[in-house]
Nanobody, 114 residues
Framework: VQLVESGGGLVQPGGSLRLSCGGSRFTFSTYVMSWYRQAPGKERELVATIDTRGITVYADSVKGRFSISRDNAKNTLYLQMNSLKPEDTAVYYC?????????WGQGTQVTVSS
């Protein structure tokens, strides 16, 4: 199982970014996929999850601003982030979970600053 994130960068407050996470060497459609983030000096936290049926769950801090989606044909997970705030600054990780496996990507940095 391999996961590779992309799409991070520097954005001004109020701006948008779309993160992508490409999966390989596993049956992407059968895994629950999630985005987590970790800010400096803080614990890693769940941002959003999408299960195999497309049902989504969001952290309260990102509800209404972020949107998680998946394209099983492309083995890709997305996180659309709008109305970004400085407190969204963190390394963002994708995670693939099955009953027997949990795999993390290497992370992509998102910095929200003017």
């Amino acid at each position: 199982v391999q996961l590779v994130e992309s799409g991070g960068g520097l954005v001004q407050p109020g701006g948008s970014l779309r993160l992508s996470c490409g999966g390989s060497r596993f049956t992407f459609s059968t895994y629950v996929m999630s985005w987590y983030r970790q800010a400096p000096g803080k614990e890693r936290e769940l941002v959003a999850t999408i299960d195999t049926r497309g049902i989504t769950v969001y952290a309260d801090s990102v509800k209404g601003r972020f949107s998680i989606s998946r394209d099983n044909a492309k083995n890709t997970l997305y996180l659309q982030m709008n109305s970004l705030k400085p407190e969204d600054t963190a390394v963002y990780y994708c995670r693939a979970q099955s009953p027997l496996t949990s795999v993390w990507g290497q992370g992509t940095q998102v910095t929200v600053s003017s």
